[in-house]
């Protein structure tokens, strides 16, 4: 019960049980005593978007049924990989989503879906299907469990009034009335939390600016490290709560990773953990990178092009991937270095108890900091399927953990210095590239596509389907023809501008 007494979930509250151990008759129990007279299911889609199905609750039989047999949906206008005439689709509430809607005026339960084929069978090919199998090949692999989370930057646009103007892209950290948007974000981090998001922290970023008469806020709320599965839904609802406050309170807000020249893009980073028993493995008892945190960075830098597939899918995503910008070009990892892909924030392995510091009268708390310690890859951004993207991320996990030369791999990637500074400009030519287009990532998918599709995790038609989507576009050339004419940008940050 302590971990849940300050829940912010109502159903969690008042059921005073872990939602993972939610069962139908809690969800009828909550429904009938706390006056609930709709359900909705919510499930991802190809597009990446959360899709909803409303019920009427028109008595109990009607509940329950809903509860157990779910409904059935057309795939065909839900995934592009299914047909028409074979189409038929069943979506399955699963009970330790459920919430309630803080944006309904009727009074609603809301719970994500799994979906299902006509044979019964969990549909192989949905992202949320992908994400598990993922998973459990890794935990086959390892014995470990493969912890997530992420950090959802976003910009918030309302008309500038003039008012305390921030300083231009040096809005990190920033405090009322500079920054605009800090009362927008605390009520997301609040009804994210009421979810059932676990929630680390929000703060104002460093992207701020006026254009045309409107002010550009860019805002992150960062996410605590779950199980991988859980850290999509919890992303995936969370933007969908942003996006409902936004248009509620008179804000547009955009995910897209780049939505002007010399401005901070908005990337999706993600942070990954592992753990043994519930324990955090990162570490060695001497404080320094374990072998098996060591084995995970080798298998994300083996991968690293690829991934791009899942994390950077449409042009726009590629006009952030450049110098210069806090984001990275090229593969290799480092300690709290930011001009990395994957960046390691060794902050926690000081024996000192800062509290006691800080706090003079406290006593040392033996509080083992370390378990907080995670590895952070900086490519991804908000146009990622979320549920491919960590499929992708466990899959690299584990494919360090089977490549015999891991090791090897990661002291090679291994940098210590600003890679864009000129001085380490030799250091720079040694290292692969990200691909720059949708186009080169779709290469770089199809060079490493048998790795996804190891121990089925990606089905060979989804790779396929990936890499025709990425290529539709035919960007190859699109970053030099942007340069040359700036309308090309803007139709094209136009175009995605509500991406993922």
């Not at 998001?197 to 805002?219: A, C, P, R």
């Not at 090791?407 to 030519?429: C, G, M, P, Q």
Request: glycine share 6%; with cysteine.
């Amino acid at each position: 019960m302590n971990n849940i007494s300050l829940t912010k979930n109502k159903i969690v509250k008042f059921l005073g049980k872990d939602p993972k151990m939610f069962t139908r008759e809690d969800i009828i129990d909550f429904i009938e005593k706390n006056d609930i007279e709709m359900i909705n299911f919510m499930y991802p889609a190809g597009d990446g978007r959360l899709k909803t199905l409303n019920f009427v609750i028109n008595n109990r039989d009607y509940l329950e049924t809903i509860l157990i047999s779910g409904e059935r949906v057309d795939g065909s206008s839900l995934f592009s990989f299914i047909e028409a005439g074979n189409s038929d689709l069943y979506v399955m509430p699963r009970y330790s989503t459920a919430f309630v809607d803080p944006f309904a005026e009727i009074p609603t339960v809301t719970m994500l879906c799994s979906f299902f084929d006509k044979e019964g069978n969990a549909l192989a090919t949905s992202p949320e299907q992908t994400l598990r199998k993922a998973c459990s090949a890794f935990r086959q692999a390892t014995g470990l469990e493969f912890e997530a989370m992420g950090e959802l930057e976003y910009y918030v646009i309302s008309p500038d009034t003039g008012m305390f103007p921030a300083t231009d892209q040096r809005g990190y950290h920033e405090s009322a009335p500079y920054a605009k948007f800090n009362d927008f974000r605390t009520k997301c981090m609040n009804y994210i939390a009421q979810t059932g998001g676990q929630i680390k922290y929000g703060h104002s970023e460093v992207g701020n600016f006026t254009l045309d008469g409107m002010n550009y806020e860019q805002n992150e709320i960062e996410f605590l490290p779950v199980a991988a599965e859980d850290a999509a839904d919890q992303l995936m609802l969370a933007k969908w709560v942003i996006r409902n406050l936004g248009a509620q309170m008179g804000f547009n807000v955009t995910f897209a990773p780049k939505i002007t020249t010399g401005k901070a893009g908005s990337g999706l980073h993600i942070h990954m953990r592992l753990t043994r028993n519930g324990r955090n493995v990162m570490l060695s008892p001497d404080k320094q990178l374990s072998s098996e945190a060591r084995h995970l960075i080798a298998g994300l830098m083996e991968l690293a092009p690829s991934l791009t597939a899942f994390g950077n899918t449409n042009p726009t995503s590629y006009f952030r991937l450049v110098p210069h910008q806090e984001a990275p070009t090229n593969v290799c990892w480092g300690d709290r270095n930011r001009s990395v892909l994957v960046r390691v924030p060794l902050g926690w392995t000081a024996d000192t108890d800062m509290s006691c510091l800080a706090n003079p009268l406290e006593k040392p708390s033996g509080f083992n900091a370390s378990q907080k310690q995670t590895i952070e890859i900086r490519s991804a951004d908000g146009s990622a399927d979320i549920y491919l993207l960590l499929a992708g991320l466990a899959v690299a996990a584990r494919r360090g953990f089977e490549n015999p030369d891991a090791l090897n791999l990661a002291e090679k990637t291994y940098v210590n210095v600003n890679i864009h500074d000129e001085s380490n400009s030799e250091r720079l030519k040694q290292l692969a590239q990200l691909p720059d287009s949708c186009n080169r990532s779709a290469d770089c998918l199809e060079k490493q596509r048998q790795v996804y599709e190891a121990a089925g995790v990606f089905t060979p038609a989804m790779i396929d389907g990936l890499q025709n989507n990425l290529r539709s576009f035919g960007d190859n050339d699109m970053m030099d023809k942007a340069r040359k004419d700036p309308n090309l940008m803007k139709q094209l940050v136009d175009r995605y501008f509500h991406c993922g």
